[in-house]
Nanobody, 126 residues
Framework: QVQLVESGGGLVQAGGSLRLSCAAS????????MGWLRQAPGKEREFVAA????????IYGDSVKGRFTISRDNAKNTVVLQMNSLKPEDTAVYYC???????????????????WGQGTQVTVSS
């Protein structure tokens, strides 16, 4: 199991940007597909983005396409979610997730992630 720690959340005005980071422990980070998911109060967890082990494949949720970008640095054991043009509906707790059973995510709705971070709060004011 890999240990995940998110950072970078906070309060931002609509239209602004935030950069979330996820630091992973261990020497096998490059064997994990990585993802970001979010959960707003009273709502189900929502898939945001995922990136393959080698960073060659990315996939995004429909609500964030064109605004968010996921990237990773296997040398630094980090994955980053760059969030631009933020909207109030982006307000949620954002979780970093990892799984080494797949190289990349093809069906995010059914993906079962093996490791989770503790989450970081993102609040977008209108």
């Amino acid at each position: 199991q890999v240990q995940l720690v998110e950072s970078g959340g906070g309060l931002v005005q609509a239209g602004g940007s935030l950069r979330l980071s996820c630091a992973a422990s261990g020497r096998t980070f490059s064997s994990y597909a990585m993802g970001w998911l979010r959960q707003a109060p009273g709502k189900e967890r929502e898939f945001v983005a995922a990136i393959s082990r080698s960073a060659t494949n990315t996939i995004y949720g429909d609500s964030v396409k064109g605004r968010f970008t996921i990237s990773r640095d296997n040398a630094k054991n980090t994955v980053v979610l760059q969030m631009n043009s933020l909207k109030p509906e982006d307000t949620a707790v954002y979780y970093c997730a990892a799984d080494n059973r797949v190289a990349y995510v093809t069906v995010p709705q059914t993906m079962e992630w093996g490791s989770w971070g503790q989450g970081t709060q993102v609040t977008v004011s209108s």
